[in-house]
């Protein structure tokens, strides 16, 4: 078992910064890969950016060169840094870890961009 707890969210100005933190605690040893979905209202849940026990990392399209995402192993943190936000980026953000085909999730930190 493996849990996921986040941090770091709040109200911030379009074109602002803003810095998320998971902490992840349990079977850690187990997880390949850690992450950052999110869930704005009326929209399903989507992948963000995702980094491996190897350091590779992915970003969808919408937030490449805005974001970035960080991953300490010894501390079993993954942070999301987030660079020249918009509106559209509004959202509740979801810590992911893999291992697998076994996916965990902790329970969101909110994320509101004023324009």
């Known amino acids: 078992q493996v849990q996921l707890v986040e941090s770091g969210g709040g109200l911030v100005q379009a074109g602002g910064s803003l810095r998320l933190s998971c902490e992840a605690s349990?079977?850690?040893?187990?997880?390949?890969?850690m992450g950052w979905y999110r869930q704005a209202p009326g929209k399903q849940r989507e992948f963000v950016a995702a980094v491996t026990n190897g350091g590779f990392t992915n970003y969808v399209d919408s937030v490449k060169g805005r974001f970035s995402i960080s991953r300490d192993n010894a501390k079993n943190t993954v942070d999301l840094q987030m660079n020249n936000l918009k509106s559209e980026d509004t959202a509740t953000y979801y810590c992911?870890?893999?291992?697998?085909?076994?996916?965990?999730w902790g329970k969101g930190t909110l994320v509101t961009v004023s324009s």
């Open positions: 349990g079977s850690t040893s187990s997880i390949n890969a």
């Open positions: 992911h870890a893999f291992l697998y085909g076994l996916n965990y």
